[in-house]
């Protein structure tokens, strides 16, 4: 779809970030050492931090992938919900506290407290790098997707636009106004979403969107193929075995595309949108995509079909249980795609009509992503398996959200703001159930792009509140970016050039330092951003919380509970779990299929998430390394009132 | 004077009961949706199934855990295992 940038989206967009950036240049006065910096002194209220514990971890991935794939798939998206919440719980109950009060500015300082080992702080350091590359690329590709629509730029203008402002944010004041404005963005993400949760309840089900009819035709395939003046195209070609009838009206030469289905046993025509790309023209339906005469654009799709026995046009205001009861009872127009090479070298993607019974959307496996739960290949289910043990492990070894519990004063302050975070995150969590079943029957959804489901349901309400959402949406990219880039800023200046390499900096120059290496994280963001511009949001992040699930997880818990744990143990435990799980994911279909454009039968792994396998291998390996090294002499950690002079 | 490892502080043995709590039934959640379709399509109640209730329930559990660990620990000294000594606020 083309979007057409309203003066009043750019108004709200650039007044949030002006304020953003203001508000970083306000607060960076006090981030002159490198405690203030990488750890804002430790002085943030446990409240604020446990915002921006929401702020930090509702990525793009959470608002915008989530709301997507609710939007196109149903309930597969709220599985993700599920998964991220539930790893809050590790965090809580297993690292938080025992995390807060063995380290200083990095989760490696963490494992490194007990051994004081360069091997343990160069592997942490590594891996903290690799996991927030893996998860910047999502971000980047999240912002570039917002832009497009919102101002109207090329999707490499928002990577740059994002990579700017973070990179300023991040240099200009460290982890002190990247809490706030994380703290800011986790509020506003919350509250509109509840304000827009509202709104859709109050709306409650429409049928076709108060038409009379569907704006997408199906009729029994007699009545299409006897109105005067067409002709049917012969099957041939790529269109061969394909269920499409293809019409053409000899006096203008165009072409309809129908698909063929089967309705009470009766051979039935609907109507199918179609994008074709042509020696780099795009064509919707056979003519050039535009708004002008002469051309023509993908229409908005996500209508109700019907409302089940009761019927009637419209529901009127519901209660969320009642509203997922007429939802479970609704047909629901819902669209799949599939893409034909033509003869002459064009690519067409026809987008055509799927109805589905409500109460189909309400379980799992309707999307590509979660297929395997309704598969009878074991390989299938442990695929599933695997990213649900993913989500639940990897939050607590995320590097952005460990260094957050170095922000507050004590363990009772990481406690109680951990305990807000999972408060805020689940109650968003909940709400994006109805976000995406908002989004799914909204009638404004863009049928090639599931990212904007969320801001283009805002869109169905007001231009106002789609200003408003996808500013929201922009700054929680700012957000976990800014968090991330700290994170690896940590990485390199404090654990690999002061510890590892043994750099003599003090505190200014370590500092000084941390923002040259949030230029240059910055940097590598941005040109990877416009590299994976078409990988899927959600499946990217996915594979960050597999690969920190399966490095981080194991060493840091053996290194906090485990005392037989040793330094060869813990360092080993890292890289073989990094290692294997990056080669996993290398050698899997998805990335055969959308990475390498092979075909996915030719994957040398069988299933495509790899922490069922490399989570326990972390465990393992670090057990028998721990075993065959000898015992080291236990060290007691320094206080960190001392160490942190 | 050795120090407690750094697992046996404040709420040490109540955490992780809580936590194999949770893990329970988040494994549960997890092996019906991949093993039992039928079931987790079934509505109990007529109107949402229970995969939607499961799920809402298991984000309502994160909360209620953590609110329980929250109020338990207000005194830490209440749940440190025992003969170790609680944390020091304000290290």
Known sequence: MIYAPSPIAVGVFVAFILLVIGLSAWLGRR????????????????????????????????????????????????????????????????????????????????????????????????????????????????????????????????????????????????????????????????????????????????????????????????????????????????????????????????????REETRDGEAWLTETQRLTVKQGARLVDGVPQGKGEGQRDLRPVGYVSGLGKDGGPSTGPLGPAGFLDALGGASIQLWGNELIVEDDGAVTTVYYQKITRGDDLMVAGASPTFAGVRSARLFDKLDFLSLMLALFAGTASLPHILIRYYTVKDESAVRKSTVVGIAAIGFFYVLTLFLGFGAMTSGALDVTNTNMAAPLLAKSFSPLLFAIISAIAFTTVLGTVSGLIIAASGAVAHDLLTNVFRFRLDDHDMVRAG??????????????????????????????????????????????????????GIAAAILVGMISSLGWILLSAQAFRDVYGLPAASALVPFSQPAIVTLPLGFLVLVVVSLLTPRQEEREPMPRSIEAR | MPVAHPSRRAGGALRFWLFGLYLACYAAFTILTAFDRPLMAWAPFGGANLAVLSGFGLIAAALAVALLYWWLCRDSRAVAAPGVPPAKAGR
């Not at chain 1, 109950?93 to 807060?100: C, D, Q, R, T």
């Not at chain 1, 994380?182 to 506003?188: R, V």
């Not at chain 1, 963001?525 to 992040?541: D, K």
């Not at chain 1, 194991?554 to 906090?560: E, H, Q, S």
């Open chain 1, 31 to 258: 981030a002159t050492s490198a405690s203030g910096y990488y750890a804002a002194h430790g002085e943030i209220h446990w409240f604020v931090n446990g915002i921006a514990f929401a702020g930090d971890y509702l990525s793009a991935a959470s608002f915008l992938g989530i709301c997507g794939m609710i939007a196109f798939y149903g309930y597969d998206g709220f599985l993700y919900s599920i998964g991220y919440l539930a790893g809050w719980i590790v965090a809580l109950f297993v690292v938080a506290e025992p995390l807060k009060r063995m380290g200083r500015f990095t989760f490696a300082d963490a494992l490194d407290s007990r051994y004081h080992s360069r091997s343990i702080k160069l592997a942490a350091a590594i891996s903290t790098l690799v996991v927030s590359l893996f998860y910047l690329i999502p971000q980047m590709v999240g912002a570039g997707a917002l832009i497009t629509p919102l101002l109207g730029l090329p999707h490499v203008v928002g990577v740059l636009l994002v990579g700017v402002v973070v990179t300023t944010i991040v240099v200009t004041a460290g982890m002190v106004s990247t809490t706030w404005v994380q703290f800011i963005k986790g509020s506003l993400l919350v509250l509109f979403c509840f304000l827009l949760t509202i709104m859709i309840l109050h709306r409650g089900l429409v049928v076709n969107g108060g038409a009379a009819e569907s704006p997408f035709a199906a009729r029994p395939a007699a009545e299409i193929l006897a109105r005067p003046g067409i002709a049917v195209l012969p099957k041939g070609g790529t269109w061969a075995g394909k269920p499409y009838t293809r019409l053409q009206n000899p006096a203008t030469g165009r072409v309809e595309v129908w």
């Open chain 1, 515 to 568: 923002k040259i290496v949030a230029v240059a994280v910055g940097a590598v963001a941005m040109l990877l951003g416009v590299l994976f511009e078409r990988m899927n949001v959600t499946f990217l992040v996915g594979w960050a919380f597999n690969i920190a699930a399966s490095a981080n997880l194991p060493a840091l818990v053996m290194a906090l509970y485990w005392k037989r744990a040793t330094r060869q």
